[in-house]
């Protein structure tokens, strides 16, 4: 199995940077094999796709509403992965959802990840 771990959420004011972590952890997680990505969660609404970012960190992908504000990358070494929030606005207020694939390559997908984390509250205000 594999366990995912997310950290640094917080309330923060329209503007300000956030930085997520996500640590993995268990038998069945290889950071060479597994492409990694940020899904978020606002209230009343369905989870949706954030980032995604390759085993070897040299490709990721955004959904268009962060793409410029958001950057996600990976430490193997550590088995992380980041997601660095700049500009927030209070539209990304949400639950931010880790989650790991045994695919190699970049997904959007949520079908595409296996293994999920319990999630980290961001909250922005205006």
């Known amino acids: 199995q594999v366990q995912l771990v997310e950290s640094g959420g917080g309330l923060v004011q329209a503007g300000a940077s956030l930085r997520l972590s996500c640590t993995a952890s268990?038998?069945?997680?290889?950071?060479?094999?597994?492409?990694m990505g940020w899904f978020r969660q606002a209230p009343g609404k369905e989870r949706g796709f954030v980032a995604t970012?390759?085993?070897?960190?040299?490709?990721?992908d955004y959904t268009d509403s962060v793409k410029g504000r958001f950057a996600i990358s990976r430490d193997n070494a550590k088995n992380t992965v980041y997601l660095q929030m700049n500009s927030l606005k209070p539209e990304d207020t949400a639950v931010y959802y880790c989650a790991a694939s045994r695919l190699i390559y970049t997904t959007t997908h949520e079908n595409d990840y296996d293994y999920w984390g319990q999630g980290t509250q961001v909250t922005v205000s205006s």
């Open positions: 970012i390759n085993w070897a960190g040299d490709d990721a």
């Open positions: 268990g038998r069945s997680f290889s950071s060479s094999s597994m492409a």
